[in-house]
């Protein structure tokens, strides 16, 4: 059973999904499961990926991470959302970006999630 925005990847193609409604199916992409991508919430290595939150006078500032994340052709932060009082709100970067989005959202709650082309999602916030 599938979960509301669970994230899933085919490791084959590359392709990779977010669940809007969630069904009893399993996801298939050439041919093979998809791979349910769990998102971290814990930095381990050199790169910080989790997502961390800062307030604004127009919103939020989502920062990827606590030193900013590379922003390479290879390795890069695909896309940062946050999700909040039932809305969800992406902003996808591209090699070259800030490492970060704003949105015009309140900083109290929420969650802000990222994916990272090298090391997956990560999330933080509640
Ligand atoms: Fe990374």
Redesign the pocket.
């Known amino acids: 059973m599938t979960k509301l925005l669970e994230v899933y990847k085919c490791e084959i193609c590359g392709n990779i999904v977010e669940l809007l409604h969630a069904g009893a199916g399993e996801l298939v992409c050439c041919g093979q499961p998809m791979k349910l991508m769990a998102a971290k919430t814990e930095d381990q290595g050199k790169?910080k990926?989790v997502p961390v939150i800062e307030k604004t006078a127009k919103g939020i500032l989502v920062k990827v991470g606590a030193v900013p994340?590379p922003m390479e052709d290879k390795?890069y932060i695909e896309w940062v959302a946050v999700e909040k009082d039932g809305k969800v709100l992406r902003a996808f970067l591209k090699p070259g970006d800030k490492p970060e989005a704003e949105f015009p959202v309140s900083a109290d709650g929420g969650i802000a999630r990222e994916y990272?082309s090298?090391?997956g999602l990560w999330s933080a916030g509640n």
């Open positions: 790169e990926h994340h390795h990272c090298v090391h």
